[in-house]
Nanobody
């Protein structure tokens, strides 16, 4: 069982940076993969980035490659998403997700078992 709590969302100007965090409450995360998704009204929740907790192997959606960086702090059980060069189209609710299922790191929403409540990121033009 994992509980996830996002924080750090807010309003930022286009071109600026923002970092969102996700604190995970779990006995151990060593076999987990964790990810960030985002969703805007009327659209499907889309994959942003993922990381393996133990090895730190990352993967990104093409639309954010080079601008957004996923990382984790094992000591703090916290997942981060550093967002640079933000664009108005990055405006969304950002969710963190986790799964302990074996196999390739999922990029689909259905691949994750645990979700946070989301944090709003708004990028003004």
């Amino acid at each position: 069982q994992v509980q996830l709590a996002e924080s750090g969302g807010g309003l930022v100007q286009a071109g600026g940076p923002l970092r969102v965090s996700c604190e995970a409450s779990a006995r151990t995360l060593w076999n987990y993969r964790m990810a960030w998704f985002r969703q805007t009204p009327g659209k499907e929740r889309e994959f942003v980035a993922a990381i393996t907790w133990s090895g730190g192997i990352t993967s990104y959606a093409d639309s954010v490659q080079g601008r957004l960086t996923i990382s984790r702090d094992k000591a703090k059980n916290t997942l981060y998403l550093q967002m640079d060069s933000l664009k108005p189209e990055d405006t969304a609710v950002y969710y963190c997700a986790a799964t302990s299922k074996p196999g390739p790191v999922p990029r689909a929403r259905a691949g994750y078992d645990y979700w946070g409540q989301g944090t709003q990121v708004t990028v003004s033009s």
